[in-house]
């Protein structure tokens, strides 16, 4: 019986694609810049994720934005890559990698941050309007309410929006098949930062949520 996801010489390249961009996407960068400023661990910190937010909440802004760079960076990078050398197919899957190696990392026992930097970079990088869309939805919540969870709920759940208004033609709504994979992986990646933020999505209901900047 034939295997339905087709050879192994074929689909080879498209695991690894997946798993090259899971394991750069692993990589804590909110742990590492803490501990080598002398910091500690910024799991023990705030809310105890590895994300900019809570690097923000040991007071140091530089390496909170450092944070905020190298995770979104992280995402993007894989997906240029993978659309320089190969095609979008590859893109796609390496940016869904990264985003799943941050939510997920191996290093820490899968145990990661909540991937709203990741997610924004794979965004840029696989549309740049619609990441800059999303980042520009971000930015604009965060300023108007001081709350970065909901800006990130936002951003997310505007994400494919963005992507499917700009995937229409002049002419007619067809949707192109890359149109199509962009806009998927965005909805996945937008459901698992809901399910991260199942926390703060109970603390906003209560008004409990703390604002940005808060320690």
């Given at each position: 019986?034939?295997?339905?996801?087709?050879?192994?010489?074929?689909?080879?390249?498209?695991?690894?694609?997946?798993?090259?961009?899971?394991?750069?996407?692993?990589?804590?960068?909110?742990?590492?810049?803490?501990?080598?400023?002398?910091?500690?661990?910024?799991?023990?910190?705030?809310?105890?994720?590895?994300?900019?937010?809570?690097?923000?909440?040991?007071?140091?802004?530089?390496?909170a934005l450092a944070t905020l760079l190298?995770?979104?960076?992280?995402?993007?990078?894989?997906?240029?890559?993978?659309?320089?050398?190969?095609?979008?197919?590859?893109?796609?899957?390496?940016?869904?990698?990264?985003?799943?190696?941050?939510?997920?990392?191996?290093?820490?026992?899968?145990?990661?941050?909540?991937?709203?930097?990741?997610?924004?970079?794979?965004?840029?990088?696989?549309?740049?309007?619609?990441?800059?869309?999303?980042?520009?939805?971000?930015?604009?919540?965060?300023?108007?309410?001081?709350?970065?969870?909901?800006?990130?709920?936002?951003?997310?759940?505007l994400s494919p929006v963005y992507l499917?208004?700009?995937?229409?033609?002049?002419?007619?709504?067809?949707?192109?098949?890359?149109?199509?994979?962009?806009?998927?992986?965005?909805?996945?990646?937008?459901?698992?930062?809901?399910?991260r933020h199942h926390e703060n999505i109970?603390?906003?209901?209560?008004?409990?949520?703390?604002?940005?900047?808060?320690?």
């Amino acid at each position: 019986m034939p295997d339905p996801l087709g050879d192994i010489s074929f689909t080879w390249p498209f695991f690894a694609a997946a798993l090259i961009g899971y394991l750069i996407g692993s990589i804590p960068f909110g742990l590492v810049l803490t501990r080598l400023a002398g910091l500690g661990d910024v799991r023990k910190i705030g809310s105890g994720n590895i994300g900019a937010t809570n690097v923000l909440r040991t007071g140091n802004k530089a390496l909170a934005l450092a944070t905020l760079l190298l995770d979104g960076g992280k995402g993007a990078v894989v997906v240029i890559i993978a659309n320089a050398y190969l095609t979008q197919d590859y893109a796609v899957l390496a940016g869904g990698g990264a985003f799943l190696g941050h939510l997920f990392p191996i290093w820490l026992k899968f145990k990661g941050g909540k991937g709203v930097a990741t997610f924004l970079g794979v965004m840029l990088a696989i549309s740049w309007p619609a990441g800059l869309g999303a980042a520009l939805t971000w930015l604009a919540v965060a300023l108007l309410l001081r709350i970065s969870s909901l800006s990130a709920l936002v951003a997310a759940a505007l994400s494919p929006v963005y992507l499917y208004i700009l995937s229409q033609t002049p002419f007619d709504d067809a949707i192109f098949y890359g149109d199509l994979q962009r806009i998927e992986l965005s909805i996945f990646m937008a459901v698992l930062v809901f399910i991260r933020h199942h926390e703060n999505i109970r603390r906003l209901l209560k008004g409990e949520e703390p604002r940005i900047g808060k320690k």
